[in-house]
């Protein structure tokens, strides 16, 4: 009875069910199948290091050979830390495949790549690198897997860094600013590391201004934050007419006092700005009252502080409320 449905409501059916079910459905019938299988591997969440490395290779095995399933997938999801337990050979092994299978996603729209410790050189060296990913809309992960990204598309890029790569990520953000300077609303370099702040700072302002349409700019952790520090970035920030959010960190926890002047000067120079973050602090331009408000309960905070702070709502601002800003959510919470 079900396979004598029209396409269209057979469709609407498999749409509705349960992921877990629908390698069942694949088996049904040929009908069926055709459906499925596009709704299946739209979004695939790996963990190779959690216990399922040969299923993860068998997966990216299926992508290479397959190429109904290759253009099929819209997320790919691969957690990748805990790989220090595992042996050299086998994660060149893992990102040998990988690659191939980036090679064959034409119609990958986001990539996240979470949980990767680059504190190995050995184990850096072998990240799949090259892949063109023409549809690719949102990056998470390490910068050498877009070093040759050809998107037109890109519209946030989160580079993690733990040590000082930064020819690395130089070159990545190179490569997407050569397609999408136009179209990246958020870039975020997370930036954990005890490296030279100054080096990090050349950087930063170098590439700034290959990207002029960012809404959203994130600069990880830095040692200290200082006036000197800020003072060189405001110009590079003020010439960022759409900018609207920012994030910076240090490592040691900021005076509440101190905290209100770098957000004083950072709208100074910066006027667009709506909502500065240092470190786990959050501060939003109230457009009623064209004041900036801490978050409620912090040492400045005043009465009305709540009520004002969550009334100058950000979302607004935001390309994708999952993808970027201060909530920026990965596709194993909300798939």
């Known amino acids: 009875m079900l396979a004598q449905l029209p396409t269209e409501l057979k469709i609407n059916i498999i749409e509705h069910v349960d992921r877990r079910t629908l390698p069942a459905v694949l088996c049904t019938n040929s009908s069926f199948r055709e459906i499925a299988e596009p709704i299946l591997y739209s979004v695939i969440l790996l963990s190779p290091f959690q216990g399922f490395f040969r299923s993860v290779m ?123 300077a136009e179209t990246i609303r958020a870039l975020d370099i997370v930036r954990d590391t005890p490296d030279d702040d100054e080096e990090w700072l050349a950087v930063i302002l170098r590439i700034l201004p290959l990207f002029p349409k960012i809404i959203f700019l994130g600069l990880g952790d830095w040692n200290g934050i200082d006036d000197h520090l800020i003072d060189r970035l405001v110009p590079g920030l003020g010439t960022l007419e759409g900018l609207r959010l920012f994030y910076i960190a240090e490592g040691r926890v900021m005076k509440p006092e101190t ?57 607004r601002y935001l390309v994708n409320p999952q993808t970027d800003g201060f909530d920026y959510q990965l596709a194993e919470e909300w798939a």
């Open 58 to 180: 068998e997966c990216f095995r299926i992508m290479v050979a397959r190429p109904s399933v290759a253009v099929a997938v819209r997320t790919l999801h691969v957690g990748l830390s805990d790989e220090r337990e595992y042996e050299d050979d086998t994660i060149r092994e893992l990102f040998e495949t990988m690659k191939e299978a980036l090679m064959k996603l034409k119609n990958l729209q986001k990539l996240e790549l979470p949980g990767w410790d680059d504190r190995s050189r050995a184990c850096t060296e072998h990240l799949p690198r090259g892949s063109p990913l023409p549809s690719l809309q949102h990056y998470y992960g390490p910068a050498e897997v877009i070093d040759n990204i050809q998107s037109s598309v890109l519209a946030t890029v989160r580079i993690t860094s733990w040590r000082p790569r930064t020819i690395e990520v130089s070159r990545a953000l190179s490569a997407a600013a050569r397609f999408s």
């Open 259 to 315: 905290e209100g002047r770098f957000v004083r000067r950072l709208h100074g120079g910066c006027p667009q700005l709506r909502a500065i973050s240092l470190g786990s602090d959050e501060w939003r331009f109230s457009e009623e009252r064209q004041q900036w408000v801490p978050p409620p309960n912090h040492p400045v905070s005043g009465p009305r502080t709540e009520g004002i702070w969550e009334g100058s709502d950000y979302q």
